[in-house]
């Protein structure tokens, strides 16, 4: 496989011939191995679902049906709800743990404190609890009580879809029959609407799609996201730096992956008290970077740079600096342990559910949250004496890169132009042109592109035609490393409508420069961020958030939760644009439903388009199409 279908990424080109070098198997080599790949399953035509199976279907004739009668339509369909259920399922857990940690804090019972008290009370006022009288532990309580009984029957739909969504977007999905219950009760469902001989309709088994994407966020999305602002506070700006070249030769370097950051920011608070035996081990520190979204979580609140996006995370090691790698959950390749042990690095895993045979286990618990991290500090400090100079090579590659951009951020941000209504420079300037439109390019990377090679000029093509360009995930990472979230990126790469206006927003916060054309707002649970941006921006103009001159993107989506929250993103009414199709293609029906007829329901659908320059064009002529309508 040649270096160009691998990555667009000077770092990684060079951590890949290192690879090669040092005999080390990295996805790319596995990737080719899968070659030609199963298209039953591609087209999404293979069921395995009862043990008559596994059937397949023949796109160009027989057998057009399984052993059960099941045709094309029904097994493509029933595929992608329960790939879209997983994708929401891990999103509900890690907002699930993120409300027993709160509930645990508002009782004093484990290390972490209620960091965020403007955000409680914000949450507090949206779910209707009283604040008056109450310290910020008792108010914790209440609302975690009111967010479990979110996973209770009993409700027409959970309060925290609810109470926090534009009302014509309640309508819409009542309307549609989509509202969720409970996202425990609706997940249990799927598995068993979609088991052998239960739901053959295509068509009703894209509704329930349709539903799982609304479980995703506000029962995952949205309330881990605002949870662990309550807790660790909500992200403000903060400047790092991103790409392998932000490991350090003389230091002892700690790399965090995966999504939760209840463990992150413990190792980032003990990785700072731990310096001195560090620097007794023979090191000049400890030097703390993240890999995909854990280490969002790290870089949004405490500037703790990214070393690169989902396919780096085997390259990192590969520098040969890398003394230990922590992982949570979600992401994490299970070929971490075998790259690891062509190195010194020790791979720790933390998570009950996420274990990795050849990687050691440090059961992670909140109530032991300070030991656990520093043991997990000290492991590292350990391995770093094991360190094989001979084996460094750290790329020097790396770039300037801004993260905090949560709404409240932004929102603080514009009220030094209008401290009375933040909102309205930039709806001025949206109505003005200068600002053409809003997108939001979110989700990972996947081998089956050079890495970076959609989001990238994708990005640049939307910037330079003046549309504003919000990120979260690996894309962040991705967009970072090109220079695209710093202000240099911004006199570099904007359009000259969308350059004035980051000048303006940025010389009025005093930063002496623009902001970046491309603000990071997280996580992938952060998607709920860009979520709220876009409710505010529609409840500003009274007009249904499907009206609004904004997309959504997922260039070179891989994880179920991409499709989860592309889900999503469709029933907000916004155009998704995804880099390529999910395996539906055997089903013409479910192609065209997700493709045409459900923008008729929700307002939204999605558009398959691989190459960047292509998908940039459409995304502008829709973002066009909307300004008509709204007569601008
Ligand atoms: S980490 S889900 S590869 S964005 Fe959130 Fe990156 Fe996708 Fe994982």
């Keep these: 496989m040649e270096m160009s279908k691998k990555t667009i990424d000077e770092a990684s080109k060079k951590m890949i011939e290192k690879a090669c070098r040092d005999c080390v198997e990295t996805v790319w080599d596995r990737y080719e191995k899968q070659q030609p790949q199963c298209g039953f399953g591609e087209l999404g035509v293979c069921c395995r679902i009862c043990l008559s199976g596994p059937c397949r279907i023949n796109p160009f004739g027989e057998p057009s049906k399984g052993i059960c009668g099941a045709t094309a339509d029904t097994i493509v369909a029933r595929n992608l ?74 409700k027409e739909t959970m309060d925290y879809l609810s109470k926090m969504v534009p009302q014509e977007r309640l309508e819409v999905w009542r309307k549609l029959g989509i509202l969720p219950r409970d996202p425990d009760l609706e997940i249990r469902r799927v598995m068993h609407q979609t088991t052998m001989g239960v739901d053959a309709d295509p068509v009703n088994l894209l509704l329930a799609t ?45 790399v965090v992956h995966g999504h939760v950051p209840f463990l992150s920011e413990k190792i980032v608070e003990w990785a700072r008290k731990l310096e001195s035996e560090a620097i007794a081990a023979g090191a000049t520190g400890v030097q703390l970077s993240g890999l995909c979204c854990t280490g969002n979580e790290v870089l949004m609140r405490q500037g703790v740079a990214s070393a690169g996006n989902y396919l780096s995370q085997e390259l990192a090691i590969i520098t040969g600096a890398v003394d230990l790698m922590v992982v949570d959950v979600q992401c994490i390749m299970p070929s971490l342990a075998q790259v690891a042990a062509c190195y010194h690095t020790k791979l720790v895993t933390t998570h009950e559910i996420g274990k990795i045979p050849g990687a050691e286990h440090v059961d992670f618990r909140a109530e032991s ?89 994708l990005a640049m093509e ?19 490393k090109v220079g695209l979230m710093s202000p240099e990126g911004a006199e570099k790469y904007a359009g000259p409508g969308l350059l004035a206006v980051l000048r303006a927003v940025g010389e009025a916060n005093g930063l002496g420069g623009p902001l970046p054309p491309v603000l990071h707002m997280g996580s992938c649970v952060d998607n709920a961020r860009i979520g709220d941006l876009i409710s505010a921006l529609a409840a500003y103009l009274n007009v249904p958030v499907p009206a609004l001159p904004v997309a959504a993107s997922a260039p070179e989506l891989n994880h179920e939760k991409a499709l989860s929250i592309g889900t999503w993103a469709v029933d ?11 395996n539906i293609l055997g089903s013409p029906v479910c192609a065209k439903v997700l493709t045409e007829d459900i923008e008729g329901l929700t307002g939204g659908k999605f558009y398959v388009e691989p190459d960047p320059q292509i998908a940039a064009e459409k995304i502008l002529e829709h973002i066009k199409a909307k300004r008509e309508g709204l007569g601008i």
């Design 210 to 254: 349709a539903k799982m994407g609304l479980v995703d966020c506000y029962s995952g999305l949205k309330l881990g996201t605002d949870v662990q602002d309550i807790v660790f506070g909500t992200p403000t700006p903060v400047k790092t730096e991103a790409n392998l070249g932000v490991l350090k030769k003389d230091k002892v370097n700690i």
């Design 462 to 480: 939307l910037v330079k035609n003046n549309v504003l360009v919000v990120v979260t995930g690996c894309v962040a990472h991705a967009l970072g």
């Design 572 to 582: 907000m009414g916004l155009l998704t644009h995804i880099g390529m199709p999910p």
């Design 81 to 154: 709800l329960r790939s879209v259920a997983c994708g929401a399922a891990t999103h509900v857990d890690h907002a699930f743990e993120a409300v027993e940690m709160l509930d645990m804090a508002a009782d004093k019972k484990i290390p972490y404190d209620i960091k965020d008290e403007a955000k409680l009370h914000a949450v507090a006022d949206k779910l209707g609890i009283a604040k008056e009288g109450k310290d910020k532990y008792e108010l914790s309580k209440e609302v975690a009580r009111a967010m479990f009984a979110d996973f209770a029957p009993g």
């Design 369 to 457: 949250a300070d030991e656990d991290a520093a043991k997990i500090v000290r492991m590292g400090i350990e391995a770093y004496k094991q360190r094989q100079a001979a084996k460094v090579e750290i790329p020097s590659d790396k770039a300037e890169m801004w993260g905090g951009f949560s709404v409240e951020a932004i929102v603080g941000a514009l009220s030094k132009l209008d401290a009375d209504n933040p909102l309205k420079p930039l709806v001025d300037n949206i109505v003005a042109g200068n600002v053409y439109g809003a997108v939001g390019i979110v989700g990972c990377n996947n081998p089956r592109f050079p890495q970076d090679s959609v989001i990238v000029p």
